[in-house]
């Protein structure tokens, strides 16, 4: 990134992190936890594969907030910072000397040999990203081993060269034996077990919860953490500037992704129609609004993949296609029937909660305040005359 190219960047998002402000985050990630954990308890089984993806995107949420963290000044560890890595790194089998270690250097050398998470061996090789990706699965167990390991490595520190090279990725090849820095790690490291301590007994307890809604997303959410779309579908290589180029690959993902969520726009009008004419005719406009947008977006990427204009417009289509289909199979798919406005208004919660209301608190401009509230009044004004409308 050139310097000029900082004029570009909004000013907030430039302004280095505070404690309270991490704080007040983590607990929103949080809230959505619990919130899920609750409603997971009343569904049928079948929603399971949708619990545990939310779950493990705001457990890979909670890995962001301490990543932020990381960037802090280095100031001692206060009460607020402590909160911090009690709410984000411990869940997440991370204490924040660990992730500083490794992440810094990571800024500090990147692109070069002592960078950590430099893998010159994979190159550009498709394979070679794809079987990278899966050793991510293995990147929360080996955390929370990390705590055990380096719990012992304090206390002897014949323990501290592995402990370093293998679970906070120094490369540097120098004895760490009486490292300062390492030996941080390594204290922190008693907490963190602590913390693990207490999750295996609340598995003694409740094993098939603690393993299904914790571990088993918590697992998921160490993948994410590397994203495969960033190492597999958009290779993402750190030398020097970070590029990113759009495979085609990437552009028949993003088409298979927004052919789900239309799919359920569809479900959610249907299912708004079977509950009254009135909410049917509503969601119907709401969807018909985000409509065009969304095939601008996939045409945009279809072509920018390499495609021809003839495929564009062909996956712009096909999104229709998608909301007639989920429209269609609501009253003829019994669940879909019963659960789908619940489920489709679940979804478009978590959506906007995480992605849209985020954007518009990181944009302090009257322009956008006025197309937030701007959309909640052409909401209220469109119920108002379809009520009218409808008697």
Known sequence: MYSGDFDLIPRELLRAARPQRLILYA???????????????????????????????RFHALGVVLHDAVHIPKRG?????????????????STLEAMRYHHLRHHRDLGFPGD???????????????????????????????????????????LRNSYGRW??????????????????????????????ACVATLAAIWPGWVLGFYIVPLVLAGYLAVHITQHVLVPH????????????????????????????????????FLASGRLGLLLFLAVLVHKLPEGVTIASMMLA???????????????GLATLLGAALTEVVGPLARHGLALSAGVTLYVAASNLVPEFQNRHRWVSAIAFFGGLAAFLVSDWLISAWLG
């Not at 949080?30 to 493990?56: E, K």
């Not at 055990?148 to 304090?154: E, H, P």
């Open 77 to 93: 560890k206060c009460g607020a910072v402590r909160t911090v890595e009690l709410l984000t790194g411990y869940p997440v089998g």
């Open 237 to 272: 290589f750190h030398y020097g500037e970070e590029t990113h180029r759009v495979s085609a690959v990437t552009g028949f993902t993003a088409l298979a992704g927004l052919s789900l969520h239309t799919f359920f726009d569809g479900v959610a009008i249907a299912s708004g």
């Open 27 to 57: 607990l929103a990630d949080w809230i959505v936890i619990a919130v899920i954990w609750i409603v997971a308890l009343r569904t049928p089984w079948w929603f399971y594969p949708l619990w545990v993806t939310l779950l493990a995107g």
């Open 116 to 158: 950590p998470y430099l893998k010159p061996w994979v190159g550009r090789s498709a394979i070679r990203h794809w079987l990278l990706s899966f050793r991510y699965f293995l990147l929360t167990p080996l955390w929370v081993m990390r705590g055990l390991y380096g719990t012992i490595a304090f206390h002897v520190p014949a």
């Open 305 to 319: 993949s390499g495609q021809s204009k003839g495929r564009a417009v062909a996956s712009a289509g096909g999104l």
């Open 167 to 196: 679970f906070l990725q120094d490369y540097s090849g120098d004895d760490l034996t009486s490292h300062t820095e390492v030996i941080a790690c390594a204290r922190e490291e008693h907490l963190q077990l602590l913390f693990y």
